[in-house]
């Protein structure tokens, strides 16, 4: 996996990894990326870790962009298009530090960016054995029926955050991807939706977290995807912004 930013490999696709203390896994998950995605670009944005992540990601060949402190999964991957936009990387996908997203999976989600913007690889897709219950899947389905009826196409898994994007997603992500609570996957994909992305999902499998402690137990996870539906109605009510328009409003 190149280091070096003075040339893109033929694909030119950037994996971006957000990453927060994530040391005991950082590592293992890296190593796994050069074996199975040769070639390709990684950048890993640390993300205000108070542990030897970035040492780590550096120290077994990663790229690493430092955040002076935490700002959530949803600053990182805005640090992380803005940076692929810089270096003019036709094509991004987002990797979770954890190992839960299978590498071998990266060209499946990658595959459907051919006929759409965004392609969000869904663990509800009949493939894998990755369930949800309870309140959590409750409120899964009813986001996954909202967003489904804005994108006008079949969407199962909205909260996943191994998802893919073109240059109309990094040009849109650069400008509106919101920092805030839920706004690094409803948000910021309401808004692709209404900017007139496209979007489409692939099968894949959702592994067990490799180390560490997982963010959120099974109480908190559905309280997240109670407040997502909030945020998914919030984002409906901003206002329509299109990929040619000034973000004053010009256009």
Known sequence: MANSTDAHPAQSCLIIMPAWNEEEVIGSTIRELHSTMPGYDLLVVDDGSTDETARVARAVGANVLQLPYNMGVGGAMRAGYKYAARLDYDRTIQVDADGQHDPRDIERVLQGLAHADISIGARFAERGSYKASGPRKWAMNLLAFMF????????????????????????????????????????????????????????????????????????????????????????????????????????
């Open 148 to 251: 489904s009826r804005v994108a006008k196409t079949r969407l199962t898994d909205v909260t996943s955050g191994f998802r893919a994007g073109n240059r109309r997603a990094i040009a849109q992500y650069c400008r509106y991807f919101p920092a805030e609570y839920l706004g690094d996957t409803i948000d910021s994909l309401a808004m692709a939706l209404r900017a007139g992305l496209t979007v489409t999902q692939v099968p894949v499998e959702m592994r067990e977290r490799q180390a560490g402690t997982p963010s959120n137990n099974p109480a908190k996870a559905a309280v997240y995807l109670v407040r997502s539906i909030f945020s998914f109605l919030l984002s409906m009510t901003r206002r329509r912004v299109t990929l040619n328009e000034e973000p004053g409003g010009r256009a």
